[in-house]
Each structure stands twice: as C-alpha cells, then as structure tokens.
C-alpha cells in the first residue's frame, strides 16, 4: 500500500532526528545527575536556572525552524540557489537571535533574586546563569545548521554529533566539577563551562561538514550571487519562525504553569508529577522527531507541487501516530507501579505517580498527533491558525479546566491532568482536522 511506503520514507528519516533529540536530552539528564552528586543546594540552582533558560530556549528552536521548512520547500523545487540563499539568511537571522537572547539573560541574571528563591540557591544560581545563557549561542547555531541538513533530508550527521556530545560532557563534567586530573574542583561551574564547550565543539563540527563535504558543495559554490542580506527573506523565515517558536514556547509554558500549580498541593504531588512528566517528556521526543520529519517531506512536496504526495505523506504519518501513541499509552498503564521505582521508593511518591501514568496514558495518543498535526501544518508554511489553535488548547482549555478540576471540584494532582487530556485532546483533533482539510483542497485545486 502507498501509504506504507510512505511511512517508512518518513521513520527513515525521522530515526536519526528522534536519536539526536534523544540524545540532547540525556545530556541534560547526566548534568543533572552529575551536580546531584554534589549537594542538593547545587542541584536546586541548576534546576532554577534550567526553568529560567527553558522558555527562551525553545523560542530560539522554533526560530531555527523555518530555516528547514524553507530549504526543504527549495530543494523541491530544485533550486540549489534559493537553498543557499534560505540557509545565509537564516543562519545570520539565527545568530542574531541567540545573542540577542543569550545577552538578555546575561545582564538580566539579577533575575534570579526576584523569584522568591532559598538565598544559597539564588548566589550560586547567577554565575550558572551567565555561563549557561552565553552556552545558548552555539546551541542554536548548531540547531540552526541541523535545520538545513534535515531539511535536505541529510540527518545522520547532526544525529552522530549530537551522541558524540554525551561522552565529550561527561568526560569535560568529571574533570571540571570534581576536579580531576589537576583541574580545579569547580562543582556547578564546572557543568557550565563543560556544556558551554561540548555545544561549541559540535556546532564548529558540524560547520566544518557543511562548508567541506561534497553533498553541501553545490550549495556553497553559489555562495558569491546567494550570500546576501534580503529584508524579504528574513521576512519569510519571520513568518514561520516567530509562530513556531510560539507554538513550542506556548507547550513548554503550560507544563511549567501545571507544575507549579501542583507544587501548591505538596511535595508528594509534585514529586509524583515530575516523575510521570519526565517520562511523558521522554516519550515526546520521539513525536517530535517523527513530525518534524513528516514537515520537511510535506514542505519538499509542496515545492516540487505534488500535492497527491502532500496527503499521502500526512495520512501515512498521522497513521505511525496513532500506532506509537497506542503503543505509549499500553507501555505507561502496563509499568505505572514499576516506573516510578526508578526515580524515587517512597510509597505515597509512587503511589501517586502510578495514578498519574494512568492519565498520561490516556493522552498519549491525542500527544502524538497533535505534535505532528503541527508539523505538517508547518511544511504548508500554516502557522498562524495552528498557533491560535495550541494557545486556546493550553490556556484557554488546558490550564483553567485542570485548575478548575484540581481546586475547585477537589481532585487535586490528577485534575490538572485531567486538564492536559482535554487540552491536548482539542488541539489534536483540530491541527489534524486542518491539515487535512487543507492538503485535501490544494490536491483538489490543482487536479
């Protein structure tokens, strides 16, 4: 069947992104493991300032977006000069963007002090801060030359850097935090500077592969009429980017919201709740990977102008969704007593998170397609209602029903989950409804 086809072209490109995204995600998991060691004084600073960097962080992501959403609706088209040109500007446009972030942060740090935070947690907070918001700099550089090579289809090397980072940052934690090998015991610094390094060596890395390796070559040849400014390409990547970087920034606000919230019912909730999100986190990156798979397909079709593909692609993709949701949600309801085990042994923890996989269970599905309803959207270059769409899904649904649900109909924890069900629930069957009906009406205006 066509659409089996379909769907192996997309896992195959996805697999790589999906291990890269993995991959970035265990390098925050080993920091936080590492300076755990230490004192739970320094974890609480790192944790403080992880939260403070997280929401401009993904705001930059979604900047780097529309660089592959762009190249890959040029390559379609079959047009090396415009790939090139996309890639210039939105290199610069990123750059830019993360220092203006990165310097924000860093002279903003006195920030921390107003977050009615404990004060040994705040004084080792802000030199963290500094160090981790100049490490945003090579992060979205590197991101941002992942986006091109994924929107060429070209995905292993950004995925075999980003693995080669884990060795690099545990080598460059163990040497710098503890003070090994004649290095001076830096602790939390010590994290800091490792990831500062670790994300400069990749991103150099991987620029050196673009600017030598032959599959780039035809791209760089042009270099001398596609290198240049143009207020109406930034324009273009401006209207993909500041939306996506919403979209994200807007998902990634509304769980931190939740956890707050819950954190005013109890250490136990909140403990049980950052177990089940941790794990509900984990299994996003794979939804995440596979959507921004089927969003360069889609924007690749959608240059060449085959638009029969357009539907093929999203259906088969939406159809991976739907099998990997079912597949999370029987994995979270099967090991809810189980999982909670390898975060933490208290019984009233455990029995409460085991509560919570129940409800995340439920979600997975609506989790899974709605992450990739918005991709496919994107490969449209439709960002606008999509970002209407998540903004009611979250803060106008997701958030006050949870609220409602935990405080006022005295469910607590579970209530605001109950929350994310609905929110999530609404956002899937709309992003999808319209990438269908939209991808439906372009095949039949072009027929």
Known sequence: MEWRKEAGQTMQLAMPIIFGELAQMALHLLDTAMIGRISHVQLAASSLVLNVLGIPFVLGIGMTMSIAQMVSMAQGQHDNKKVSHYFFNGFWLCTFFSVFIALSLFFGRNIILHLN???????????FLQVMSLSLIPMLLFMALKQFTDGLQHTRTAMVLSVLALPINVGLNWVLIYGNLGFPRMEIMGAAYGTLITRTI???????????????????????????FSRQTFMELLRIGVPSGLQIGMEAGAFAVSGIIIGTIGAVEQAAHQITLSCAAFTFMVSMGLAQAGSIRVSNAYGAGNFRKISLIGKSTLICALIY?????????????????LFNRETEVVSMAALLFILAAVFQISDATQAIGAGLLRGLKDVKVPTVLIFIAYWVLGIPSGYALAFVFHLGAPGVWLGFIIGLTFSSIFLCTRFLKLARRHSVNHE
């Open 325 to 341: 949701g079912v597949f999370c949600a029987l994995m979270f309801v099967t090991l809810r007593n189980q999982l909670p085990y």
């Open 117 to 127: 935070q404990d004060p040994e947690v705040a004084r080792l907070a802000i030199p």
């Open 202 to 228: 990749i991103f150099f890395a991987l620029g050196a592969v673009i600017l030598r390796h032959k599959l780039y070559r035809k791209y760089i040849a042009v270099r001398k009429s596609q290198w240049y």
